[in-house]
């Protein structure tokens, strides 16, 4: 065998870091450099690893990733940021291979890649080919909301939630309301929407899994626009992904007594895309797992893609 890849996940306890050290450990082309626990957030030592490495992930705060880009003198190491430091930062690509024509080639080539958030690629898959196919317009205001599970918190939600002492964690928790979630920008900037969305998450009581809903009357769409038409639109931008399936448009087949299962994608590192749709109304929805398509997955979707293997390999 050819020589192995050296990786490093900067933030190697945390939740995401643990989750791509699962997927390295099935791995024989990578050799994963490990810190010592206790020199987790030394600066030299960590500079080292980061710097002997041919791809580190960088699972830290938004702070301690900027920290870490500043570490890098290796022209060659290439950085994989799970954070959301730099999803809208110039010379960085944005890691969502299936985004558009072209962007594959930006994850082959460059050496700052910026995982998208976990809402964030959920709504960005389901707007991103309808603005592209002149459905949806650029200035349209959009609505969202997302149900999400607890590890996409972090380390100290899920330590919350599972020391299941607090009864209001069992129901589920609107949160964001101040309208400005931190991945607001990523999504206007990736989906070329301009006028800013209107975002609502709610988290509950389960470790993961994530769906996000974009509610649509078809009548303030492009002239024209139908729901056929728009699960055209994603079904051809769609063809051929291995990670992407759109589903049947008004795909009864997906609920259980009527109910929709946003686990459903757990443990995959896939999006399922849906249209539910009645006259003139619409639902689109894209479930995944936040901590595979979500973060984790993605994240070694890119580094695949970046080292020139099978960018399905161990997912
Ligand atoms: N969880 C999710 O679903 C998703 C998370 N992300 C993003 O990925 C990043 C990591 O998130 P997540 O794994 O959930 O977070 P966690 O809180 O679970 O883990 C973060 C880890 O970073 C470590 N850390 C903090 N500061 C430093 C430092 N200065 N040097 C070295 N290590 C440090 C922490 O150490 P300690 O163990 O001491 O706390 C912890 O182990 C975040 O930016 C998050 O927003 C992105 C998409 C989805
Ligand atoms: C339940 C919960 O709190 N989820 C996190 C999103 C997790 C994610 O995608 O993280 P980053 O953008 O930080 O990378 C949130 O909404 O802030």
Not at 50 to 77: G, H, Q, S, Y
Not at 186 to 196: I, P, S
Request: negative net charge; hydrophobic residues 45%.
């Amino acid at each position: 065998m050819s020589k192995k890849h050296t990786v490093f996940v900067d933030g190697q306890e945390g939740t995401t870091g643990l989750r791509i050290h699962e997927y390295l450990a099935q791995r024989a082309d990578i050799e994963v450099l490990r810190i010592a626990p206790e020199l987790r957030k030394d600066g030299a030592e960590r500079a080292r690893l980061l710097n002997a490495a041919d791809v580190a992930f960088l699972c830290l705060p938004d702070a301690a990733a900027k920290e870490a880009v500043a570490l890098i003198t290796n022209p060659d190491t290439c950085l994989i940021d799970a954070s959301t430091a730099h999803r809208i930062e110039p010379g960085w690509a944005f890691g969502l291979p299936e985004l558009a024509p072209g962007q594959r080639e930006r994850l082959r080539t460059g050496k700052r890649i910026a995982n998208p958030g976990c809402h964030a690629s959920a709504f960005i898959l389901l707007l991103r080919p309808l603005v592209d196919a002149g459905l949806v317009a650029p200035e349209l205001a959009v609505s969202a909301t997302s149900i999400t599970g607890y590890s996409g918190g972090g380390k100290k939600m899920i330590e919350q939630y599972q020391a299941g002492d607090d009864a209001r964690l069992q129901s589920p928790r609107p949160y964001a309301l101040s309208l400005a979630h931190k991945h607001i920008p990523e999504m206007m900037a990736h989906t070329g929407l301009r006028t800013k969305p209107l975002f609502m998450p709610v988290v509950g009581d389960f470790y993961k899994g994530l769906a996000v809903t974009v509610p649509l009357h078809l009548n303030q769409l492009v002239a024209g626009t139908s729901a056929q038409r728009i699960h055209d639109a994603l079904s051809r931008h769609y063809e051929g992904e291995a990670f992407v399936r759109v589903m049947p448009l008004n795909d009864a087949a997906t609920l259980e007594d009527g109910f929709f299962d946003i686990q459903a994608c757990n443990d995959t590192n896939r999006v399922d895309l849906f249209v539910f749709a009645q006259g003139e109304q619409a639902l689109l929805m894209a479930r995944l797992d936040n901590l595979g398509k979500g973060a984790s997955g993605a994240a070694v979707q890119a580094m695949n893609l970046h080292l020139g293997v099978d960018e399905a390999l161990g997912l």
